[in-house]
């Protein structure tokens, strides 16, 4: 017995899996490409179709590595500049009228953001 933790199929009925996207991930799955009609000797997915997750087979669909092995699972939430400069604009205070000054704060808060996001997600990690 070996099932599925996403699709709770029986992996050994050599079935694709169902899940199209990891929840954490903005990309689509990359489905087996064997070349060539057979099964994954891992998951048992057939050619053209998902693997099971947690299938040493699986490439990861941002970087092309080994899906479970790469440290794109672990890639922390960034801020995006545009939301930074709504900020700096909704205060009246601060560099209202010079959008050069503006772009140059939202360049400064947005590197000091992420990196902070960054450096939590490195605590965090397993
Ligand atoms: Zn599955
Ligand atoms: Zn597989
Ligand atoms: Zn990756």
Same mark, same amino acid.
């Given at each position: 017995?070996?099932?599925?933790?996403?699709?709770?199929? =029986?992996?050994?009925?050599?079935?694709?899996?169902?899940?199209?996207?990891?929840?954490?991930? @903005?990309?689509?799955?990359?489905?087996?490409?064997?070349?060539? !009609?057979?099964?994954?000797? &891992?998951?048992?997915? !057939?050619?053209?179709?998902?693997?099971? +997750?947690?299938?040493? #087979?699986?490439?990861?669909?941002?970087?092309?590595?080994?899906?479970?092995?790469? @440290?794109?699972?672990?890639? !922390? +939430?960034?801020?995006?500049?545009?939301?930074?400069?709504?900020?700096? =604009?909704?205060?009246?205070?601060?560099? #209202? @009228?010079?959008? =050069? $000054?503006?772009?140059?704060?939202?360049? =400064?808060?947005?590197?000091?953001?992420?990196? &902070?996001?960054?450096?939590?997600? $490195?605590?965090?990690? !397993?």
């Amino acid at each position: 017995m070996a099932e599925c933790s996403a699709c709770k199929q =029986e992996m050994r009925n050599n079935v694709g899996c169902t899940l199209e996207q990891y929840a954490n991930r @903005d990309k689509p799955r990359i489905p087996y490409n064997r070349g060539e !009609p057979g099964n994954c000797h &891992d998951c048992g997915t !057939p050619d053209g179709e998902l693997h099971h +997750p947690g299938c040493d #087979m699986e490439r990861c669909a941002d970087c092309k590595g080994q899906q479970i092995s790469c @440290d794109c699972n672990y890639k !922390p +939430p960034t801020i995006k500049k545009g939301l930074i400069l709504k900020v700096l =604009e909704l205060n009246d205070g601060l560099c #209202m @009228d010079n959008k =050069e $000054e503006r772009e140059k704060l939202a360049d =400064e808060l947005q590197k000091a953001i992420n990196s &902070d996001l960054l450096s939590q997600v $490195e605590r965090n990690a !397993p």
